[in-house]
């Protein structure tokens, strides 16, 4: 080919190869956080796709890569599926295929749709475009699934200065991007003018991150806020089962009692008290008489009963104020609700009794703390930009959210999950706490720094302050329309030049 391509491999060969990277992949995420790797896989995959003339193999490229990444980067659900639907490892490592196999379609539509409609350079300029508009596309259809997006890998890298601007899709956007550099940098590499267009271009990227991330859009609103974060490590065995609620409680009783005298906010994580508030209407009498006693708000999990309605919740007990709530809007499917209910719910019900009985609640998505405003998720609705990014709308000076992340084991789900929490604080400028039941608790700055945490699955108690911030950067405030305006753009050039190329080729 010109430029002294390498030569390419048969296709069994090229399609192993997207099979390696893809299971490669999670290691470009927490807890390995091998960041640069990120670009190298994409320049791998990019490469083998670029090559490649017929659509239907560069979609089983796609493929391959996508089902190999999330069936290694999200085989922590099987562990939920063999421990807590008693299913047998087969079956819940089957269901975990299930689910690679539908997010690996996004990877291979991306790729069918480049070397479909694309020829020539214009391809390798689509390819990073159509890439992350799939994983953009992948946490919006069927309730959305954004675990291994690009864009995550680069959250504590230089890249990840884009964030604030264009959020972590726009991340992923010149992450993908770079990597696409190199592997036109690989084909025209007897070309000097072209590695030194390359190189010059990679220093611009990477140059206009780093003067990105140093631009402030927040500023502090008020006093330090001292916070503490309680960290249960109640096992689930133990946490659903009737018998121990009154021990669980009497334990986070303890716990809250325990907490520095000047601390103003006491967290407790997901479901901490594992019954409706309408059960235990003398306990929340007490916490309230306390806290106005000691001048501390409370934020509890607990599920609501709302009468013919039943609500995952977080409970704000500010003295002897009215109770105010938060109800978790984005429901896990499978777990807290049960899509196409007629037809599924009696198979859910056959591995997990009494799940999917939650309703999604509406906002608001603010709590009032001590002056401040709290922007709520629960669990992984924080992995969701659009979400954390309600609270904000609503003039959230500070991130907060509250998970149970003991369903996973000794996975690396609860470390995927800190480091998209650390996305969502670089975003908006804020920072987050995060009160989790076995780990990771943790205080996140608004750069997106970890500020401290506590070990997972152990008893604890965070205690820490945090700088609550005003305004909005500009994802905060128009979300990911800038991103798709400036994919939308570059597609649009790519279609230009793909035509140019097929005329001058005629």
């Avoid at 091998?34 to 090559?51: D, E, H, K, M, R």
């Avoid at 890439?131 to 992948?138: H, L, P, Q, Y």
């Avoid at 991340?171 to 030194?196: C, D, E, K, N, P």
Wanted: with cysteine.
């Amino acid at each position: 080919m010109k430029g002294g391509v390498l030569k390419k491999p048969h296709f069994p060969a090229r399609l192993l190869a997207a099979l390696i990277l893809g299971v490669a992949w999670p290691l470009a995420f927490a807890p390995f956080a091998l960041w640069p790797l990120a670009i190298a896989l994409l320049f791998g995959l990019f490469w083998l796709a670029v090559t490649e003339e017929r659509p239907h193999r560069a979609a089983a490229l796609g493929t391959a890569f996508g089902f190999a990444a999330f069936a290694a980067g999200t085989s922590w659900i099987a562990i939920t599926l063999h421990n807590f639907a008693n299913m047998d490892w087969a079956l819940a490592e089957g269901a975990v295929a299930l689910l690679a196999a539908c997010c690996a379609v996004y990877a291979a539509l991306a790729l069918w749709l480049a070397t479909r409609f694309f020829v020539g350079n214009a391809r390798l300029l689509a390819l990073p475009v159509l890439w992350i508009f799939g994983e953009w596309a992948r946490a919006r259809l069927f309730t959305g699934f954004p675990w291994l997006a690009t864009g995550y890998t680069q959250t504590h890298a230089f890249l990840g200065g884009f964030a604030p601007w264009l959020g972590q899709y726009g991340v992923g956007l010149a992450t993908a991007g770079v990597a696409a550099i190199l592997v036109y940098m690989l084909q025209r590499r007897r070309s000097r003018h072209i590695l030194m267009g390359g190189v010059a271009s990679l220093l611009v990227i990477f140059g206009v991150a780093m003067a990105a991330a140093s631009v402030s859009f927040t500023h502090p609103a008020g006093k330090l806020l001292r916070v503490s974060l309680l960290q249960g490590n109640i096992p689930i065995t133990e946490k659903w089962n009737a018998g121990k609620i009154s021990d669980i409680l009497h334990h986070y009783v303890d716990l809250i009692l325990q907490t520095p005298p000047d601390t103003q906010l006491i967290v407790l994580p997901e479901t901490a008290f594992p019954i409706f508030q309408t059960e235990i209407p003398g306990l929340i009498a007490q916490l309230q008489q306390w806290s106005a006693m000691h001048h501390k708000i409370l934020l509890i999990g607990i599920p609501e009963d709302a009468g013919h309605k039943y609500y995952n919740a977080t409970m704000e007990i500010d003295g002897k104020a009215p109770l105010r709530w938060y109800q978790k809007e984005h429901l896990v499917p499978f777990g807290e609700y049960i899509p196409i209910p007629r037809l599924l719910a009696p198979l859910v019900h056959h591995f997990l009794p009494g799940l999917g009985s939650f309703s999604p609640g509406h906002g608001p998505y603010v709590l009032p703390v001590d002056g401040q405003k709290a922007g709520i998720t629960i669990c992984y609705e924080e992995s969701f930009s659009r979400d954390a990014r309600k609270g904000v709308e609503e003039g959230a000076t500070f991130l907060l959210n509250i998970s149970d992340y003991a369903w996973y084991g000794h996975s690396i789900a609860a470390a995927q999950s800190l480091q998209m929490a650390a996305m969502q604080s670089l975003q908006e400028q804020k920072p987050d706490v995060r009160a989790t039941n076995t780990g990771i608790t943790a205080l996140i700055s608004p750069h997106g720094r970890v500020l401290s945490q506590l070990p997972q699955f152990v008893v604890g108690t965070l205690n820490g302050a945090i700088q609550p911030m005003a305004g909005e950067t500009p994802y905060g405030r128009w979300g990911s329309f800038p991103y798709l305006l400036f994919s939308l753009i570059l597609l649009l050039v790519a279609v230009v030049l793909s035509r140019q190329q097929s005329s001058s080729r005629r």
